[in-house]
């Protein structure tokens, strides 16, 4: 193969790569929107899930704190020596 065809087999060839390229990059740009919202999505549903446990542990708290703090019933204060 002479010079001038190997010039135009790797011009047609970086040619070919470049289209291929824009291609791969086009179908990637379309997908991108999409692959934002399923992040987006996941993010709340993790959020969700610990604001989830944080709301049982507080709960959990309140009702430890509101029984501790109550008043006192029966056994309790003879307990106590009084």
């Known amino acids: 193969m002479s010079l001038m ?3 135009a087999a790797l011009t047609e060839s970086a040619q ?3 289209r291929e390229t824009g291609e791969k990059l086009d179908a990637l740009a379309t997908r991108i929107p999409a ?3 399923k ?3 996941a993010l ?3 959020h969700a899930y610990y604001n ?3 709301k049982g542990i507080d709960d959990s708290a ?3 704190d ?3 703090n109550g008043p006192l019933g029966g056994d309790s204060e003879s307990s106590q020596g009084g």
């Open 35 to 37: 692959l934002a919202e």
């Open 16 to 18: 070919d790569f470049n």
């Open 44 to 46: 709340a549903k993790h």
């Open 66 to 68: 509101r029984l501790s």
């Open 52 to 54: 989830g446990l944080e």
């Open 39 to 41: 992040r987006d999505a």
């Open 5 to 7: 065809g190997k010039m």
């Open 62 to 64: 309140a009702v430890i």
